[in-house]
């Protein structure tokens, strides 16, 4: 019997554009309590779904409104997927999927005061412009589109690139991805992955690789 799965919450990466289909990540948090007598807890998993770009049109929503919307997949985990595609711990196969309305928040707005709201839309106004400010520096002539999940941004010399990465070519593939989005965008597709007390890079070579062959001044990084 081929095992299922379901998976229910936001994307929480951009959609990757493979042609005839498309690849998202979407994260599920773990119980935060673990049964009695069970010393562990289960933590959060990130899937990387697959699914056909008929598929995706059916549900009549815009790639940038994608991520702000919540969603339940049911599919099933595939092995196949190619490593520089599948960047979560887990691949699913997109059987079935359907836009879900988030009940708890809209339960959480009633109960804050207009003040209290009014405060926390200003500060996160104010650090999505800092973050756009930040990055004026790469590009001045486009405007750069913060990627998902963004913590800092960062010169590419202060990232310290460990040798094992400096002997790997990422695939053509791969590069052509990044390439795009800083065409489109003005930036990498995702933030670089570091160490933020060494600034060393823990993952996402290729777009490193690419954003140094580009010439970015700035890269967003995630820690």
Same mark, same amino acid.
């Given at each position: 019997?081929?095992?299922?799965?379901?998976?229910t919450g936001y994307p929480t990466s951009s959609i990757?554009?493979?042609?005839?289909?498309?690849?998202?990540?979407?994260?599920?948090?773990? /119980?935060? $309590?673990?049964?009695?007598?069970?010393?562990?807890?289960?933590?959060?998993?990130?899937?990387?779904?697959?699914?056909?770009?008929?598929?995706?049109? &059916?549900?009549?929503?815009?790639?940038?409104?994608?991520?702000?919307?919540r969603f339940v997949v049911q599919g099933e985990p595939?092995?196949?997927?190619?490593?520089?595609?599948?960047?979560?711990?887990?691949?699913?196969?997109?059987?079935?999927?359907?836009?879900?309305?988030?009940?708890?928040?809209?339960?959480?707005?009633?109960?804050? !005061?207009?003040?209290?709201?009014?405060?926390?839309?200003? *500060?996160?106004?104010?650090?999505?412009? &800092?973050? +756009?400010?930040? /990055?004026?520096? *790469? +590009?001045?002539?486009? +405007?750069?589109?913060?990627?998902?999940?963004?913590?800092?941004?960062?010169?590419?010399?202060?990232?310290?690139?460990?040798?094992?990465?400096l002997q790997f070519t990422p695939g053509m593939a791969? +590069?052509?991805?990044?390439?795009?989005?800083?065409?489109? $965008?003005?930036?990498?597709?995702?933030?670089?992955?570091? $160490?933020?007390? !060494?600034?060393?890079?823990?993952?996402?070579?290729?777009?490193?690789?690419?954003? &140094?062959?580009? $010439?970015?001044?700035?890269?967003?990084?995630?820690?």
């Amino acid at each position: 019997m081929t095992h299922k799965i379901t998976v229910t919450g936001y994307p929480t990466s951009s959609i990757q554009d493979y042609g005839k289909y498309l690849a998202f990540d979407m994260e599920e948090k773990g /119980s935060p $309590n673990a049964p009695k007598g069970i010393p562990f807890k289960s933590n959060a998993i990130t899937y990387t779904v697959v699914i056909s770009l008929k598929q995706f049109n &059916k549900l009549n929503i815009n790639q940038g409104e994608f991520s702000q919307r919540r969603f339940v997949v049911q599919g099933e985990p595939c092995l196949d997927i190619p490593f520089e595609q599948c960047t979560g711990e887990i691949g699913v196969i997109c059987m079935q999927i359907q836009e879900i309305e988030d009940k708890g928040k809209e339960k959480k707005e009633p109960k804050q !005061t207009p003040k209290k709201g009014a405060r926390a839309k200003k *500060q996160e106004e104010t650090k999505e412009t &800092k973050l +756009q400010e930040e /990055s004026k520096p *790469q +590009q001045e002539k486009k +405007q750069i589109l913060v990627p998902k999940g963004t913590k800092d941004w960062m010169s590419l010399g202060e990232i310290k690139v460990p040798e094992t990465f400096l002997q790997f070519t990422p695939g053509m593939a791969k +590069q052509k991805v990044v390439e795009e989005s800083i065409e489109k $965008n003005g930036t990498v597709d995702k933030p670089i992955i570091i $160490n933020p007390e !060494t600034h060393e890079l823990v993952d996402s070579y290729s777009r490193y690789f690419v954003a &140094k062959k580009k $010439n970015l001044d700035r890269v967003p990084v995630h820690y």
